[in-house]
């Protein structure tokens, strides 16, 4: 009797398994769609729109005929932009921990620098399409109003004024990111920016009346001094070193701590 002997075909060896990397195009388009998610998000966003009719509204009924012009209708405009869109960046940041999202969004994408990232653009994307909304919505407010008032059209808002308005919104938004990231807190954050944009720029103008010597130094301290100048059209040499030495006190250095403990930080 022979024994046979069975041989055991060899497997395959398996190749290991990879996972290619979320493209950074959807990341950020998934970041945009959150803005817009959520009632308070949605009617947050909406309240752009909402503010460029009604501050084109107020240009037409109280305005002199001779300042109907398409700066004043971009500086009516600017004024709640300059609120509301600091306040869009700062709820797309601490949403993920006031709305326990955190865990799951850097689950999906381990890589929180990624997503840090992501928000920037999406926050960046957002400015850029209010303020060219914004524009549009004073361009035809100033046609409705010369035409009402029988004067002509005056378009006095240069593409180099229109870009460094952009230029102080986004650094305005990348200013109320920056709290979100460090504070992670929506109330927090919120008065912060306020404190930031209001309360030291007023303290700060009282010291420099009383105390000569700081006249000086505000440029150099005050980053909604400095930021001032991009809304005053074509800065100075001095008046963008001004800007560049102010952004980096009050945005880079504290972004670059805040963005350290986030991505060193537990998420829960």
Not at 25 to 42: L, Q
Not at 107 to 135: D, E, N, Q, Y
């Amino acid at each position: 009797m022979s024994t046979a002997t069975l041989e055991r075909p060899a497997h395959a060896a398996h190749a290991p398994h990879t996972v290619d990397p979320i493209p950074m195009s959807r990341i950020v388009g998934v970041e945009i769609s959150k803005m817009f998610n959520t009632r308070s998000g949605f009617w947050l966003m909406a309240s752009i729109g909402i503010a460029a009719v009604l501050a084109t509204g107020a240009t037409l009924l109280f305005a002199p005929n001779d300042e109907l012009t398409q700066e004043a209708f971009s500086a009516a405009i600017g004024f709640p932009m300059a609120v509301i869109l600091p306040m869009v960046a700062i709820l797309s940041v601490t949403s993920e921990w006031s709305q326990r999202s955190g865990l799951t969004t850097f689950t999906l994408v381990p890589h929180r620098g990624r997503v840090i990232g992501a928000k920037v653009l999406a926050t960046l994307t957002v400015a850029v399409t209010s303020m060219l909304l914004a524009l549009a919505v004073g361009a035809i407010g100033n046609v409705i109003g010369s035409a009402i008032a029988g004067v002509d059209t005056v378009w006095d808002l240069s593409l180099l004024d229109f870009a460094l308005i952009v230029l102080a919104n986004a650094l305005g938004m990348l200013a109320g990111f920056m709290l979100g990231v460090v504070l992670r807190n929506s109330p927090a954050a919120i008065v912060g920016y306020f404190v930031i944009s209001f309360v030291l720029p007023t303290l700060f103008m009282v010291l420099a009346n009383a105390q000569s010597w700081f006249e000086d130094v505000w440029p150099w301290v005050d980053f909604n001094y400095a930021q001032g100048a991009l809304f005053n059209g074509d800065p100075s040499a001095a008046e963008w070193a001004h800007l560049g030495v102010t952004g980096l006190i009050w945005l880079a250095i504290p972004l670059a701590l805040g963005l350290r403990v986030v991505t060193r930080s537990e998420v829960k």
